[in-house]
């Protein structure tokens, strides 16, 4: 596509349910990233996929945070047992090969509560 | 861990004045990037700096990479209402793989 592709835009969910959070890269990006962002604040590392390499996990708060890319190409970023402190816009951005800039998508805002 | 560190945290303006933004690593970047997230919006990509002491330019838009490569900054000449946003240095470390960490973000406002 154009651009980066998230969905849904907004989803509000009760505590203590999982939701999943979709990304479309661009087309040909093998670089692809997850952050988060807090009202106000600056944007934290979650997870970095680069083409058939495992993915860095390092930035994933807990263990109900998971993300998987399925052929190279779409992401999806799970949270279960959603928490209060979990909300926040879910950014996703791809690049071409991880070494120029990143294109982001207009984010997800979850609301937990 | 890698950290990242911008000040000012906030800067008023006057349309017309000048501004900059200061980036420092606790490590030594191999190389930097600079983002600009409008209110509301997502951030946006500017510029990326590789080699130690690069300077580079777009329009009223100045940036730098230190001599030691653990420090960037930001330079907006005659700033606009246009100008308005938050902007993001990103570092990537000599050992990791373009894992970029953000920055804590300049927050600028322009008054008219």
């Known amino acids: 596509g154009a651009g980066v592709s998230q969905s849904p835009s907004n989803k509000v969910t009760e505590k203590g349910k999982d939701v999943e959070l979709r990304c479309d890269p661009i087309?040909?990006?093998?670089?692809l990233y997850w952050y988060r962002q807090s009202l106000g604040q600056g944007l934290e590392f979650l997870i970095y996929f680069q083409g058939n390499s495992a993915p860095d996990k390092s930035g994933l708060p807990s263990d109900r945070f998971s993300a998987e890319r399925t052929g190279g190409s779409v992401s999806t970023l799970t949270i279960q047992r959603t928490q209060q402190e979990d909300s926040a816009v879910y950014l996703c951005a791809s690049s071409f090969t991880g070494r120029d800039g990143y294109t982001f998508g207009s984010g997800t805002r979850l609301t937990v509560v | 861990g890698q950290q990242v560190m911008q000040i000012p945290q906030y800067q008023h303006v006057q349309e017309g004045e000048d501004f900059t933004t200061y980036c420092n690593s606790s490590?030594?970047?191999?190389?930097i990037q600079w983002y600009k997230q409008r209110p509301g919006g997502h951030p946006v990509f500017l510029i990326q700096l590789v080699k130690s002491g690069e300077v580079k330019k777009q329009k009223r838009l100045t940036f730098q990479f230190g001599e030691a490569k653990k420090n960037s900054s930001l330079h907006i000449t005659a700033t606009q209402t246009t100008d308005v946003g938050t902007y993001f240095c990103?570092?990537?470390?000599?050992?990791?793989?373009?894992?970029?960490?953000f920055g804590t973000g300049t927050r600028l406002k322009v008054l008219a």
């Open positions: 490590t030594t970047l191999s190389n």
């Open positions: 990103a570092g990537s470390t000599p050992e990791g793989t373009y894992k970029y960490i």
């Open positions: 087309s040909g990006h093998t670089a």
